[in-house]
């Protein structure tokens, strides 16, 4: 007689934790200002309230959930709260959610298509969709990423495979020193995944020109002339030039059409990383703003970012598909499948498995529709306008950089300090210590033209005008309070 096995949870028992799972997770949302968006904790107090070793039998689910109640949601720095304005502020969205539980439930691996078609072709569906919301032209295919520091990694290896006569799928880069060291341009407001993509690829970081950026933040054309000249004469090969459209620090854009123009002069790879404001470009007017990325060779927009889309979700499109596989597809007897004409979507890049990441999307994009999605990302640039207003009027605080999406940097002048740029740098140091201190915000800080810049990054989709107003109070009274 077949003995009674241990296998997975009873149903019953699986549901009625899913039930209370979905309870934990939409009190969670609704409570979340309840908390402050740091967590009080220090180094290693999680660590310290965790069993040393793993329980020998198993528990209740119900203990495990008072645990997560108890020690891991409190516990957490709160990125759905509507006072995270650090870094890119994100969303894991009401329909996001829910597409991230049901691909828990699915749990299929979409390496293959016949190792999920619905994963697959929901995956170029919804690519092409959001292709069309951000209006690029029908030869792009996407697929999609964990994050942008993949698809990047991704589009360069591309843009290296494509320099043929260098065999270095094949012969790889060590050992050859017929090899002219390859050169990637970016701006030095371009984000560190590129410098971390050039180690990866064996370009290396010295072989990263880090080109001059304009007084608005964007790549000077004439300085990355410059930089491409030297390199040629000194031998050395151009692989790529990376165009940021909406930088990490103050979401400029790099003229695009002009770099464009110079990598179809040069035959180098364009590729734009539009990570973050790549998601306002469904918008018209913020598109506008981003002319020329429909001659990238490649393009990243990270819906994760600032399209509701809970993390990871990193789009990457290509105008050709076959530089990928090109670059990629290894097809071993054990994957080897026979359907005429679909996407593998191992073939390409370098992971095999897949999450089915396209569902979450799927259901953001259907839930709220373009026109819903417009409507919130015009709402983040219209509060983070309305901050920069009243900074801009203030005598007391100045604007860093222009804000032409949702992010706004910006310092507070101390009064007595004439200017001392040290001086102003401790202030504003120790004025965001105190806002983020305070509890109901979260803000970040960057380094512009060597000084210390407070910023606040508008993208959660649970952020109102009543937020904006009450840190721009609060930003208010503690400068008040140290001059
Ligand atoms: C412009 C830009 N590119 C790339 C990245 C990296 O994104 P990810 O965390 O998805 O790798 C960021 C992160 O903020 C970014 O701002």
């Known amino acids: 007689m077949a003995r009674d096995l241990p296998r997975d949870l009873p149903g019953d028992e699986l549901r009625a934790a899913l039930h209370r799972t979905a309870d934990l997770i939409a009190d969670y949302l609704e409570g979340v200002e309840r908390y402050s968006v740091l967590p009080s904790v220090s180094p290693g107090d999680v660590g310290r309230a965790l069993p040393a070793a793993p329980p020998a039998e198993g528990e209740p689910l119900d203990r495990l959930l008072d645990d997560y109640q108890r020690l891991i949601e409190p516990n957490v720095t709160h990125w759905n709260h509507p006072g995270f304005l650090a870094y890119f502020a994100i969303s894991g969205s009401g329909p996001g959610i829910l597409g991230e539980a049901l691909a828990a439930g699915l749990n299929v691996n979409a390496m293959l298509w016949r190792t999920s078609p619905a994963a697959v072709e929901l995956e170029e569906r919804v690519c092409d969709w959001l292709r069309q919301m951000i209006d690029l032209p029908p030869a792009f295919h996407g697929h999609i990423n964990d994050t942008a520091s993949s698809s990047s990694l991704v589009a360069l290896a591309a843009a290296r495979h494509r320099l043929e006569d260098l065999e270095v799928r094949a012969k790889g880069l060590a050992g050859r020193p017929e090899l002219p060291p390859l050169t990637i341009y970016c ?27 304009d007084e608005a933040f964007r790549m000077s054309v004439p300085a990355l002339e410059e930089a491409l000249a030297r390199d040629r004469a000194a031998g050395k090969r151009p692989m790529a030039i990376v165009a940021t459209a909406g930088t990490t620090s103050t979401t400029s854009v790099d003229p695009v059409p002009e770099i464009a123009d110079l990598c179809a002069r040069e035959g180098i790879w364009l590729h734009v990383d539009a990570a973050y404001a790549g998601s306002a470009a469904i918008c018209p007017e913020y598109r506008a703003l981003m002319p020329g990325i429909e001659r990238a060779d490649s393009i990243v927009v990270n819906p994760h970012k600032w399209l509701f889309t809970p993390v990871d979700c990193s789009v990457l499109w290509v105008q050709d598909p076959g530089q990928l596989r090109s670059a990629f597809s290894l097809v071993p007897d054990y994957l080897r499948t026979d359907e005429p004409g679909v996407t593998n979507l191992m073939d390409l890049g370098f992971q095999l498995g897949r ?3 396209s569902l979450k ?123």
């Open 361 to 483: 999307l799927w259901m953001v994009i259907r839930a709220f529709g373009v026109e819903g999605l417009r409507e919130r990302i015009r709402e983040h640039c219209a509060l983070a306008r309305w901050l920069a207003e009243r900074i801009g009027e203030d005598p007391g605080f100045e604007l860093a950089a222009p804000v032409p999406f949702s992010a706004v940097c910006f310092r507070a002048l101390p009064p007595d300090t004439a200017g001392i740029p040290e001086e102003q740098d401790r202030f504003n140091e120790s004025l965001l210590s105190r806002v983020n201190a305070a509890g109901p915000f979260f803000l970040s800080a960057t380094t512009l033209r060597g000084r210390y810049t407070p910023r606040v990054a508008i993208g959660n989709i649970r952020t109102g005008r009543e937020h904006v107003e009450a840190l721009w109070k609060l930003l208010h009274a503690e400068r008040e309070r140290a001059v």
């Open 187 to 213: 701006s030095d407001q371009a984000h560190s995944s590129i410098d971390k993509a050039c180690i990866v690829l064996g370009i290396g970081q010295e072989n990263v020109r880090r080109v001059a950026s």
């Open 355 to 357: 999450r089915f990441r």
